[in-house]
Nanobody, 121 residues
Framework: QVQLVESGGGLVQPGGSLRLSCVVS????????MGWYRQAPGKQRELVAD???????NYADSVKGRFTISRDNAKNTMYLQMNSLKPEDTAVYYC???????????????WGQGTQVTVSS
């Protein structure tokens, strides 16, 4: 069973930093594009940043210059370094990945359960 497990969320003051992690379970044949999405109360889920298996990155305009996405392919792990956090960054952050499990060898899209990030003084 494929699992994406996020960690690193929490409460932080405006201007502070957090680092989110997303670990993909073992028995994965290949992981393609990975990304972080977020959903604030009453709003649609939106893309924050994504990264290809080769390391090419893409960011939402609202986080450019403040957030950095990265991945460690050897560890099946993706990160999101969030600096200069603002109250409007408050949301549940979700990990997303296109991957092929060993058991099926079929490329599908998977989501984590989400981690809450709250930016407040």
């Amino acid at each position: 069973q494929v699992q994406l497990v996020e960690s690193g969320g929490g409460l932080v003051q405006p201007g502070g930093s957090l680092r989110l992690s997303c670990v993909v379970s073992r028995n994965i044949f290949s992981i393609y594009k990975m990304g972080w999405y977020r959903q604030a109360p009453g709003k649609q889920r939106e893309l924050v940043a994504d990264i290809t298996s080769g390391g090419r990155t893409n960011y939402a305009d609202s986080v450019k210059g403040r957030f950095t996405i990265s991945r460690d392919n050897a560890k099946n792990t993706m990160y999101l370094q969030m600096n200069s956090l603002k109250p409007e960054d408050t949301a549940v952050y979700y990990c997303n990945a296109d991957l092929s499990p060993v058991i099926t060898m079929r490329r599908d899209n998977y989501w984590g359960q989400g981690t809450q990030v709250t930016v407040s003084s």
